[in-house]
């Protein structure tokens, strides 16, 4: 499992099978790690500091920001980070702002 923070998990040919859907992949690491280890392909980079704003901007700041959709709260979303432990914290503020 690629999950280290106890929040639910995927193994590394579950996310790959899911990458083949419709599904966002935030990875929430900081640009410099980014820098440092690469990105993951079809993936977009919010930090986890700035993922609340972000997921409460309007869709077009989104899109420009991100260059990216801005997902809706129905939308299905993967957090991802080096740990697992941001990316629960990111599943968690997404949650609290009424993604499901």
């Known amino acids: ?6 929040a639910p998990s995927l ?18 690491r900081e640009r410099w790690e980014i820098d440092r280890f690469g990105r993951i392909p079809a993936s977009i ?3 986890l500091g700035e993922l609340v704003e972000a997921l409460q901007m309007d869709p077009t700041e989104f899109k420009e920001q991100y260059n990216q959709k801005m997902p ?3 939308d ?3 957090f991802s980070c ?7 914290q990111a599943l968690g503020f997404a949650t609290s702002l009424g993604f499901s």
């Open 76 to 78: 299905p979303v993967i």
């Open 11 to 28: 193994s590394y040919q579950e996310l790959k099978d899911l990458k083949k859907t419709n599904v966002l992949h935030i990875d929430v």
């Open 45 to 47: 980079n919010i930090p």
């Open 82 to 88: 080096l740990a697992g432990t941001r990316s629960k």
């Open 1 to 6: 499992k690629l999950c280290a923070g106890g």
């Open 72 to 74: 809706s709260k129905s």
